[in-house]
């Protein structure tokens, strides 16, 4: 009896949570209705953003993302190899690192924004730029780039590894030739995680990317990324909501797509055994 | 181990490489305290005791953020009332009721949670405010901020809850089917209890990223310094006051900002330390 | 063409070699001689300590965190535990794992790899790749797919493939640690044969749980057995004795089928 009670009661919580959203993504898409087009896409913005299109934001924002990756990586993936490959599992050194990569993981966003402000656009004379922005993000993102890759390289099977040990081979040679190929669809996950944590965020931009509306000519300039305008029209930008919400619907559907894609990703691996 | 000597060059230096990259993990944190410390240990030792005072004026050299302290946590643990029953509830429900509903349902949790708190934001202000302005205005207050907060907080709850019990050994939900005890009491009794450390400490975690949210409650609280008299009333959070006044802050007024950072820097640690002894996570 | 090999087989002596990890001891005062170019095989029950004396003479076990090594380990008189180069020292004791572990490379790469990394001369080393898959027996079966994934090989021809990376690089010594048993029947055969077929030209030690296979391969055989949490040697001698006539009522017990 209480078990036909509680499957009742399921299906209300299901409600309470799937409900909300549903509304939401309604919403969003009932503003948006009048101006999403492939023109929304493909125009900049006008009149501060109550006009036009979105473009020179895509382009702002790509340039943080492809910055904040190409930082982000190949640090992370050192960072995953030292963990993966130097240092013995339970060691207090793995565990401690392991501690350190947990509390950067919680640090709050704002934080890392007035540290990316302090210490990239001031200390650094970087301003208020793309490179800041792209800097601070991609400490934002090592750590679940880290974890990601480490997770990757631990799953490599035991007995490689006892025949590399067998055979004495180099350590960049295992790394080069094994490790990494085997490792390379986890890994990719994990890049695919880290850009859709980088395009969602806002608060770490604000003071290190800067607001500006136009192009960027250089990576010096300052830019504008979705998440900051979506932010900026709907606060400060009267008759701004429109638009913000089109960006949001932008903005949702290339985090949708990037879920699919890890998705494809992570079912490769079982065709490829069957060659 | 093999002696170095015998080692090619390209171990060598990928060696060295490798042991730069995981301190530069170290270094990047340590990094961030200390900027923020030589920020604000100045201030904090002048102006310390001025924080935990009620009036936020900057221009009159007032810094007393406790109405702002108030605000960051009666947001949080208001959303956190609300949405942590529902979660695990509905993760527990989904592993032992609706099983074939788990992964739809899972994946698009996964969704929701990749989804920009500025969007949960957004909807608050388009649809949420609005709403509750009817009932009572002006509408961006606390409650507004703890629906969107609780919302955002669901699913990495849920997801949390999942793995808890996930990693509870079969034999248990055995051992009740083959007695045929009804699930309800399963769940009440022995499962949630065994699991509770890790979902206690998930929902700890939890409470902490739900403190470091800036974007979605600065679009719907209202951002007004004060003491609440109700829940219907606008409220400032610590990290909306550090994002709304950044920008123009100047001299002492930025200094107190990064005091607020390094406040909020240390309650999430300790939050995330109280998480790890509650889930048994050794980190030394 | 590879160089004619002008060495013979060397003798390997274990001279009371124990193993321990952090407190716990798993086979201790080992001692065994295996005569140039024999094949001795190492039976006993599971646990006592026999994949950890393998893991002691090409030195696998310094890897391991909290392993510790007593004894003396003989190759042909010099003392394996002074040697500062691993690589050369892995180079000429070989090692086949009871899983097959071909590498997720090519069947060709699988070999090529470690013969680069070996730094063996590039002109030598398809030859001797070549030379390797026909020891084993392979190369009729794989010369036409030499670029196809190993993986995609049977497991009994995955096993040889691991036999032939071990000797292309052209060892003295073969640890075997049970080669067969996560073979099926026929594929064991085959794997067996193969073994036989590289006694004399190298000294094996193999580790079995099949004693119809030892008898069927061994020139000698040391059993061991497990005194309360730790491994030791109960009789080491020629593989007729051992059969037909063991000095020790544990080995007889074993052979008879009765214990283990």
Same mark, same amino acid.
């Given at each position: 009896?209480?078990?036909?009670?509680?499957?009742?009661?399921?299906?209300?919580?299901?409600?309470?949570?799937?409900?909300?959203?549903?509304?939401?993504?309604?919403?969003?898409?009932?503003?948006?209705?009048?101006?999403?087009?492939?023109?929304?896409?493909?125009?900049?913005?006008?009149?501060?953003?109550?006009?036009?299109?979105?473009?020179?934001?895509?382009?702002?924002?790509?340039?943080?993302?492809?910055?904040?990756?190409?930082?982000?990586?190949?640090?992370?993936?050192?960072?995953?190899?030292?963990?993966?490959?130097?240092?013995?599992?339970?060691?207090?050194?793995?565990?401690?690192?392991?501690?350190?990569?947990?509390?950067?993981?919680?640090?709050?966003?704002?934080?890392?924004?007035? #540290?990316?402000?302090? #210490?990239?656009?001031?200390?650094?004379?970087?301003?208020?730029?793309?490179?800041?922005?792209?800097?601070?993000?991609?400490?934002?993102?090592?750590?679940?780039?880290?974890?990601?890759?480490?997770?990757?390289?631990?799953?490599?099977?035991?007995?490689? +590894?006892?025949?590399?040990?067998a055979?004495?081979l180099?350590?960049?040679?295992?790394v080069?030739?094994?490790?990494?190929?085997?490792?390379?669809?986890?890994?990719?996950?994990?890049?695919?995680?880290?850009?859709g944590?980088?395009?969602?965020?806002?608060?770490?931009l604000?003071?290190?990317?800067?607001?500006?509306?136009? +192009?960027?000519?250089?990576? #010096?300039?300052?830019?504008?990324?979705?998440?900051?305008?979506?932010?900026?029209?709907?606060?400060?930008?009267?008759?701004?909501?429109?638009?913000?919400?089109?960006?949001?619907?932008?903005?949702?559907?290339?985090?949708?797509?990037?879920?699919?894609?890890?998705?494809?990703?992570?079912?490769?691996?079982?065709?490829?055994?069957?060659? | 181990?093999?002696?170095?000597?015998?080692?090619?060059?390209?171990?060598?230096?990928?060696?060295?490489?490798?042991?730069?990259?995981?301190?530069?993990?170290?270094?990047?944190?340590?990094?961030?305290?200390?900027?923020?410390?030589?920020?604000?240990?100045?201030?904090?030792? %002048?102006?310390?005791?001025?924080?935990?005072?009620?009036?936020?004026?900057?221009?009159?050299?007032?810094?007393?953020?406790?109405?702002?302290?108030?605000?960051?946590?009666f947001?949080?643990?208001?959303?956190?009332?609300?949405?942590?029953?529902?979660?695990?509830?509905?993760?527990?429900?989904?592993?032992?009721?609706?099983?074939?509903?788990?992964?739809?349902?899972?994946?698009?949790?996964?969704l929701?949670a990749?989804?920009?708190s500025?969007?949960?934001?957004?909807?608050?202000?388009?649809?949420?405010?609005?709403?509750? %302005?009817?009932?009572?205005?002006?509408?961006?207050?606390?409650?507004?901020?703890?629906?969107?907060?609780?919302?955002?907080?669901?699913p990495?709850?849920?997801?949390?809850?999942?793995?808890?019990?996930?990693?509870?050994?079969?034999?248990?939900?055995?051992?009740?089917?083959?007695?045929?005890?009804?699930?309800?009491?399963?769940?009440?009794?022995?499962?949630?209890?065994?699991?509770?450390?890790?979902?206690?400490?998930?929902?700890?975690?939890?409470?902490?990223?739900?403190?470091?949210?800036?974007?979605?409650?600065?679009?719907?609280?209202? %951002?007004?310094?004060?003491?609440?008299?109700?829940?219907?009333?606008?409220?400032?959070?610590?990290?909306?006051?550090?994002?709304?006044?950044?920008?123009?802050?100047?001299?002492?007024?930025?200094?107190?900002?990064?005091?607020?950072?390094?406040?909020?820097?240390?309650?999430?640690?300790?939050?995330?330390?109280?998480?790890?002894?509650?889930?048994?996570?050794?980190?030394? | 063409?590879?160089?004619?090999?002008?060495?013979?087989?060397?003798?390997?002596?274990?001279?009371?070699?124990?193993?321990?990890?952090?407190?716990?001891?798993?086979?201790s005062d080992?001692?065994?001689?295996?005569?140039?170019?024999?094949?001795?095989?190492?039976?006993?029950?599971?646990?006592?300590?026999?994949?950890?004396?393998?893991?002691?003479? &090409?030195?696998?076990?310094?890897g391991?965190?909290?392993?510790?090594?007593?004894?003396?380990?003989?190759?042909?008189?010099?003392?394996?535990?002074q040697?500062?180069?691993?690589?050369?020292?892995?180079?000429?004791?070989?090692?086949?794992?009871?899983?097959? &572990?071909?590498?997720?490379?090519?069947?060709?790469? &699988?070999?090529?790899?470690?013969?680069?990394?070996?730094?063996?001369?590039?002109?030598?080393?398809?030859?001797?790749?070549?030379?390797?898959?026909?020891?084993v027996?392979?190369?009729?079966?794989?010369?036409?797919?030499?670029?196809?994934p190993?993986?995609?090989?049977?497991?009994?021809?995955?096993?040889?493939?691991?036999?032939?990376?071990?000797?292309?690089?052209?060892?003295?010594?073969?640890?075997?640690?049970?080669?067969?048993?996560?073979?099926?029947?026929?594929?064991?055969?085959?794997?067996?044969?193969?073994?036989?077929?590289?006694?004399?030209?190298?000294?094996?030690?193999?580790?079995?749980?099949?004693?119809?296979?030892?008898?069927?391969?061994?020139?000698?055989?040391?059993v061991c057995?497990?005194?309360?949490?730790?491994?030791?040697?109960?009789?080491?001698?020629?593989?007729?004795?051992?059969?037909?006539?063991?000095?020790?009522?544990?080995?007889?017990?074993y052979?008879?089928?009765?214990?283990?």
């Amino acid at each position: 009896m209480a078990d036909r009670v509680a499957w009742l009661a399921g299906w209300m919580l299901l409600a309470l949570v799937m409900v909300p959203v549903a509304l939401m993504v309604t919403a969003l898409w009932q503003q948006s209705a009048d101006v999403l087009s492939v023109g929304f896409l493909l125009e900049d913005p006008g009149r501060a953003g109550r006009s036009g299109g979105i473009a020179a934001l895509l382009i702002s924002t790509g340039w943080i993302l492809a910055l904040c990756l190409l930082v982000a990586v190949p640090v992370g993936l050192g960072c995953a190899l030292y963990l993966s490959e130097s240092l013995p599992a339970d060691s207090r050194r793995a565990q401690w690192l392991g501690g350190v990569l947990d509390m950067l993981a919680a640090v709050p966003s704002i934080v890392y924004g007035l #540290f990316g402000y302090q #210490f990239f656009a001031i200390t650094l004379g970087l301003g208020f730029s793309i490179l800041s922005g792209a800097l601070a993000l991609s400490l934002m993102v090592l750590p679940l780039m880290i974890r990601s890759a480490e997770q990757a390289m631990r799953a490599v099977p035991m007995g490689y +590894r006892q025949a590399r040990d067998a055979l004495a081979l180099s350590r960049w040679g295992w790394v080069r030739r094994i490790l990494l190929p085997c490792a390379a669809p986890g890994i990719a996950v994990g890049i695919i995680l880290s850009a859709g944590r980088a395009l969602a965020e806002t608060a770490v931009l604000l003071f290190t990317a800067g607001y500006v509306l136009r +192009r960027p000519d250089s990576l #010096f300039d300052s830019g504008r990324t979705l998440s900051v305008h979506i932010y900026d029209l709907a606060m400060n930008v009267p008759g701004g909501m429109p638009r913000a919400a089109a960006t949001a619907v932008v903005l949702v559907a290339l985090l949708v797509a990037l879920n699919l894609l890890v998705r494809r990703v992570l079912r490769q691996p079982m065709t490829e055994a069957l060659v | 181990m093999i002696t170095t000597s015998s080692l090619p060059l390209s171990d060598r230096l990928l060696t060295l490489v490798l042991r730069l990259c995981g301190v530069l993990a170290a270094l990047v944190l340590g990094g961030i305290v200390v900027v923020l410390l030589v920020q604000a240990l100045p201030f904090l030792i %002048n102006e310390g005791a001025g924080i935990w005072q009620s009036t936020w004026q900057p221009g009159q050299g007032e810094y007393g953020m406790a109405p702002m302290i108030a605000g960051s946590l009666f947001v949080s643990v208001l959303a956190l009332l609300l949405a942590a029953p529902v979660a695990v509830l509905l993760a527990a429900w989904l592993r032992y009721f609706a099983p074939r509903l788990r992964r739809p349902v899972l994946a698009g949790v996964e969704l929701m949670a990749g989804i920009p708190s500025v969007v949960y934001g957004l909807w608050g202000m388009l649809v949420l405010v609005p709403w509750i %302005n009817q009932w009572v205005p002006p509408g961006a207050s606390w409650l507004a901020g703890s629906l969107v907060l609780g919302l955002m907080i669901v699913p990495l709850a849920l997801l949390v809850t999942d793995a808890a019990l996930g990693q509870l050994p079969l034999r248990y939900q055995r051992a009740g089917e083959a007695l045929a005890l009804s699930r309800v009491g399963m769940l009440r009794r022995v499962l949630l209890p065994r699991a509770a450390p890790g979902i206690v400490g998930g929902v700890v975690l939890q409470f902490g990223r739900a403190l470091g949210e800036t974007m979605a409650v600065l679009m719907v609280c209202g %951002n007004v310094v004060q003491w609440p008299d109700s829940v219907f009333a606008p409220v400032r959070t610590l990290t909306a006051n550090i994002a709304l006044e950044m920008a123009y802050a100047t001299d002492d007024h930025r200094v107190a900002l990064f005091a607020s950072g390094l406040l909020l820097i240390a309650v999430t640690g300790l939050l995330l330390m109280a998480s790890w002894r509650l889930r048994g996570v050794s980190h030394g | 063409m590879s160089e004619q090999r002008t060495y013979r087989a060397p003798s390997l002596v274990l001279e009371s070699v124990s193993v321990t990890y952090g407190e716990q001891v798993a086979i201790s005062d080992a001692s065994l001689q295996v005569e140039p170019g024999e094949l001795m095989a190492l039976v006993g029950p599971s646990g006592c300590g026999k994949s950890s004396l393998l893991g002691a003479i &090409n030195r696998m076990s310094d890897g391991v965190s909290g392993c510790r090594v007593g004894g003396r380990i003989w190759l042909d008189g010099e003392d394996v535990r002074q040697r500062h180069d691993l690589t050369v020292l892995r180079r000429q004791v070989g090692m086949v794992f009871q899983q097959p &572990n071909p590498f997720p490379l090519s069947i060709i790469d &699988n070999l090529l790899f470690p013969l680069a990394e070996h730094r063996v001369p590039r002109g030598h080393r398809r030859a001797r790749a070549e030379q390797a898959l026909r020891d084993v027996g392979l190369w009729e079966e794989v010369k036409e797919r030499l670029s196809r994934p190993a993986l995609g090989l049977s497991g009994g021809q995955q096993q040889r493939l691991c036999i032939a990376r071990a000797l292309v690089l052209e060892p003295r010594v073969l640890l075997l640690d049970e080669p067969c048993s996560a073979l099926d029947p026929v594929s064991s055969r085959v794997v067996e044969a193969l073994i036989r077929s590289l006694k004399g030209r190298y000294t094996i030690l193999m580790v079995t749980h099949n004693l119809a296979q030892a008898r069927r391969l061994a020139d000698s055989v040391t059993v061991c057995w497990l005194e309360g949490q730790c491994g030791c040697v109960v009789e080491s001698n020629g593989c007729e004795q051992v059969f037909e006539n063991p000095a020790h009522p544990i080995t007889a017990a074993y052979c008879a089928g009765e214990a283990g």
